[in-house]
């Protein structure tokens, strides 16, 4: 079947490989969605294990329409009973980029009258919208005059991952979260770090990377489970199957100065079963510590939108000053929508990723904390990146280790032998 998986900005070719790695077919990429092919099982498995997707959409019909009343005669063609029946409750959620049709709302008040007055002209009888719970959710998307309705086999969006006990004023997003640690390329290679880690979204989602858990094993219903062809043997299957699961070696730390902010974290971690591997303390980042392992920084601080400290310009030099004197050897990620509070970290960054924070615009900038120059430290990893690709795979490792000893205030961390505990209850 033909399937559309949406995203936020800039994370459309993280969805695209993911997509890949489950075996989707006809993979296209565009703007905050990728199309691809699958069968029932993909479908139920791009839900639960797709880390990047909002939500997973089956298109139903195609037509192009110049107004909201075109569109309401199209979909009066379609045979709705082969989808729900007149017992149903239904929800549409609209998105509409058309010059010719302006009126969002007008659109999605019109789809829902082509459902209902379908059924009530065929039983003479209407089904019911419901915001609250309902059994069908609907998606019409207007682009200038191509419009798709679509049967959302998500229901929530997929941000809403199921484990979530408490949050801070402005959590950012479980997919966004997701999507910036990816974009670090870490994967529970060495400890990860989160000194400005709120309600813990960014560990938790995190630590689900590192186990290759699937990150929506927590959510109690997807909308498919009602649909007419629902397989619940498939997806009990699909559910309960933990073989791609895998050990992680070393330990995420989360940070915050607001201990309303950790003890959220805590009952977050603990809700969802990842106590195990994730600790959080309360300390400011002036009081930031150099760490015994080698690690990775990632961390989503104030903007100065929703959050405000007394001095936003003091709070990201203290960034840069905990990057400098405590971090040497490492690389750290920070997102802002702000440029001018990112440029007081004082260090410039060796890649910028641009991404959206809900309606905020944003910079991800990764930065390589070094001793010395900056020139020196360049001119380094590139000779050390000529040599190894003429080296034999035993130079490679060899130079590899030399490189890191050299270059690093520390080797990766011993191994903890450690497995998922306590993660989920089975469905039965």
């Not at 191509?146 to 229901?155: F, H, I, K, M, W």
Request: net charge neutral; aromatic share 10%.
């Amino acid at each position: 079947m033909k399937l559309l998986a949406k995203t936020y900005f800039g994370l459309e070719e993280l969805l695209a490989k993911e997509l890949t790695e489950l075996g989707a077919d006809n993979i296209q990429i565009s703007r905050r969605a990728v199309s691809f092919e699958g069968d029932k099982h993909l479908l139920y498995t791009a839900n639960l294990r797709l880390h990047t997707a909002i939500r997973i959409l089956k298109p139903l019909v195609r037509f192009k329409a110049s107004s909201a009343d075109e569109i309401y005669e199209e979909l009066k063609k379609f045979d709705f009973s082969t989808v729900m029946s007149v017992n149903n409750t239904f929800i549409v959620n609209e998105t509409v980029n058309s010059e010719s049709i302006r009126n969002s709302q007008f659109v999605k008040y019109r789809t829902k009258d082509a459902i209902a007055d379908y059924f009530n002209e065929k039983y003479n009888r209407r089904p019911n919208v419901s915001v609250q719970n309902p059994d069908f959710y609907f998606d019409i998307h207007v682009s200038h005059d191509e419009v798709t309705l679509s049967l959302d086999a998500s229901g929530e969006s997929l941000h809403l991952r199921g484990w979530r006990a408490d949050q801070t004023v402005a959590p950012i997003s479980e997919v966004l979260a997701a999507g910036m640690i990816m974009k670090t390329g870490w994967h529970g290679e060495c400890d990860l770090i989160d000194p400005m880690c709120g309600s813990g979204t960014l560990l938790i989602e995190a630590a689900l990377i590192a186990l290759n858990m699937p990150p929506c094993i927590y959510r109690q219903h997807f909308a498919f489970e009602k649909w007419n062809d629902f397989d619940a043997e498939l997806f009990q299957n699909i559910y309960n199957d933990d073989s791609q699961e895998v050990e992680f070696e070393h330990k995420i730390y989360g940070y915050d100065i607001d201990a309303g902010a950790v003890a959220k974290a805590k009952r977050n971690i603990k809700s969802a079963g990842l106590s195990k591997y994730i600790e959080v303390i309360r300390r400011p980042i002036e009081e930031f510590e150099t760490p015994a392992e080698k690690a990775i920084i990632v961390t989503n601080p104030p903007y100065g939108k929703r959050i405000v400290t007394d001095d936003m310009t003091m709070l990201y030099k203290n960034i840069g000053k905990a990057l400098k004197h405590h971090f040497t050897g490492n690389s750290a990620w920070v997102i802002s929508s702000d440029k001018m509070l990112l440029a007081a970290i004082g260090m410039k960054p060796t890649e910028k990723v641009e991404l959206v924070n809900g309606d905020l615009d944003c910079e991800f900038c990764h930065y390589e904390i070094f001793e010395g120059k900056r020139n020196d430290f360049v001119r380094a990893k590139k000779e050390h990146a000529a040599e190894t690709k003429a080296a034999t795979p035993t130079e490679r490792n060899r130079d590899h280790k030399r490189y890191e000893k050299k270059y690093s205030k520390s080797n990766y961390g011993k191994k903890m032998n450690a497995r998922p505990n306590g993660k989920r209850d089975k469905r039965s």
